[in-house]
């Protein structure tokens, strides 16, 4: 919501943004996002700061020129300037921390260089540059000129109060190279540039050369496209990422060749009524998708994860609108030209002088009709509660554990499904991020993977196995002894068996999506062939799939099965390209594919859900038929509002009958309220095929169905061949084992716990 507002006075509409203004400050909800309160109210944890978000919404009080002394009743002055430690060994920086010693062991310092860069903005443009802020901004700075994202820990010989009781102190950028610790951040750096230049333009003085610094290594950095990355999993050029980079350069100068290319890559992402007034975009006008082949896709299919393009159009309008962010907190802001005049930029209200305080007067004053409320589930918010939700469930920020016997284990199977969770979501990518470094930790990997310490002798699982190939194929890490100790497992009719005293014996069809999966991703994909004939084998007559390889003869199957074999069977290598039915298919898995996807759209209510006993929705089933139908090139959009309107305060969802919200069932549940599955993500280590159109629904499945099989080497044609629907693209039908994948990792957890988990 804060990054609309910004967006919204940034382009002179302003009053367009009131309505979030006032659920902010007049509606209370303010603290809701700095403080812990919003999860927990009454409870006293608004003593709990995150210091990230408290520099954003005094931010979004100067941007809205509301009085930042007073916002939601809280000073957000001081509380920016409370979050800065002024000692200990995170001094300088802006952090999360607890007013009260009560709540002290319930927070992790998670705050990053979004947090300072916003702190050092919003302080400069109420005349309270913190110059400790700044010189910590600083220090976080490499000598190429970028900027890390997060703050690392480094052991030290040093002594004094900026080490930790174990020897441990903040690193600079430099000092954490040798630690792995300084991957250049495109997002990151284009916020620090931002927070420079603002900092320069309130008075303070010895920042040219680090911002001279900062200009030429984003030059360097432009892609051929004239787009940027962001960070570790955004590293490819996208709007939202150049739109943060734009700004910053446009208001920093010396670079205009840059700016106006990076202008130029965001235009090529944006709907427009000269490019698409007669395609699936002509209602969403001015959009902007995240990167110029979602927005050529969409053309076609429409928008598909709306809560992307939102973010992406936020921030990448912020660089059309060329208005920097210390000119947006001061209301320097653009007014709309009389004809045959210039435009000009005209202050909301005074703003304040270095040493006057920060009092602006409220503007209360619209020049046209805000957007009545609706009474339509938001959509995006609930993904976003449900992500944080998620990321709030990791212990020490990476991973999840569990209580058994009276001790605390570490849950490597639920940690997996969460990483996935939050990449189908396209929440909280830090978190995701530091969840599958741990996951694929030499020690996890032993520990996960291959039963240690428990099993005495050789072991290894294929699902784990296969899940952190996935894992590392998000975060581009070498998986090659990961795909060797998989291939091991292979047996001459396509299936994989565990080895070892504790092995998977259940034969689960979800437990062999995941290994069909992961071979496509690995060096050999058409090794998946036998285990996609080996799975082919098993459908239903109604074209579902069973729950078990085991299963003989059946009429019908299970959904979340189904739903993974779905994706399987139409999942392709990561760099393969066409829309065409691969030539290397054979007419079974065609048909396969498109009876499985029949069987799916045919399973949910009119609300897009699939219910259980005593008419409840069941989550994680209804999320996995989602995924699918989506996957197919069906609307899912039904699923995805009922399962947002279940999303509780706390961001988490019950089991059906539950009254209070569960882990299993919220991690289940993100590929529903996302309406997408991990296989659609960008970055995903494997990609789909073809793809179902869209309008046609249901009868195009159907009569799909019916059509001749195909030749495996005969081309496509209008006359005859592989049915149309085919051709143009089952692709998203992939998307569906992604949120079944997710449910069978609970699966996985009968297994000896002990085995799967290593003490703390």
Known sequence: ??????????????????????????????????????LVPGMGFDAIIVGGATAKVLLAAEVAGRDPRDFDGYDM??????????????????????????????????????????????????????????????????????????????????????VTSNGYKVSSCEEGKPFDQSAPDGDATGMALSA??????????????????????????????????????????????????????????????????????????????????GNALAEELGAIAYNPEQYQAAKTDGIVGRDTWIRASAQASLALSQVGFYDLARGNLPVDPTPGSEPTATPRSPAPSPTQSANPTPTTTATRAAPSPTATVDGAAAAQRLGAYLAGKLVGGDHIEVRQDGKTYVDYDATADLVLALHTLGIQPQAATRAARFLLREQSVKAYAHGAPYETGEAAYAEPLAKLIVIAGFTRTAAGDLHNSLAALSTPDGEFVDTGQTPDTDRSVERHAWTILATLAGPEPDRATRSIEALINQQCADGTFPASLASTGCSTGDLAATAAAVTALNAQPRAATGTAVPDRWSPRRAKALADAATALANRVNGNGVVTGAGGRTDVAVSAATAAGRQAAGLDASDTARALAALVR???????????????????????????????????????RAVRLPVLTGVAAVNQATTSPAPTVARPVSASGGWPRWLIAGLVALSVLLAVVLALGLRRFLHRNQKAKAVAR
């Open 77 to 162: 002055v001081a509380e920016t300037k409370g979050t800065i430690m002024r000692a200990g060994p995170d001094k300088g920086r802006v952090s999360d921390y607890s007013k009260d010693p009560a709540f002290a062991d319930f927070v992790s310092n998670n705050a990053n260089m979004f947090g300072q860069s916003l702190a050092v903005i919003a302080l400069a443009a109420v005349g309270q540059s913190d110059q400790m802020a700044i010189d910590t901004l600083l220090t976080q700075q490499c000598a190429e000129g970028y900027f890390r994202i997060f703050f690392g820990y480094i052991p030290t010989t040093e002594t004094g109060d900026h």
């Open 196 to 277: 420079l230049v603002a900092a320069r333009r309130s008075g303070v003085t010895g920042l040219d050369a680090p911002i001279a610094r900062t200009v030429a290594w984003l030059k360097q950095r432009q892609s051929a496209g004239g787009g940027w990355g962001g960070g570790v999993n955004t590293e490819a050029p996208n709007t939202n990422s150049t739109g943060l980079i734009v700004q910053a350069l446009a208001d920093a100068g010396g670079a205009d060749t840059a700016v106006e290319r990076g202008m130029a890559y965001i235009k090529s992402a944006q709907a427009t009524a000269a490019a698409d007034s």
């Open 649 to 687: 305060k706390d961001g988490g969802l019950a089991k059906p009958g539950g009254t209070t919200s569960d882990l299993a069932t919220s991690i289940a549940a993100a590929a529903g309220v996302a309406g997408r599955a991990w296989t659609s993500v960008t970055g995903a280590p494997v990609s």
């Open 1 to 38: 919501m804060i990054d609309t507002l910004y967006a919204m006075h940034a382009s002179g509409d302003g009053d367009l943004a009131t309505p979030i203004t006032s659920y902010l400050d007049e509606g209370g909800h303010a603290s809701d996002y700095f403080t812990w309160d919003g």
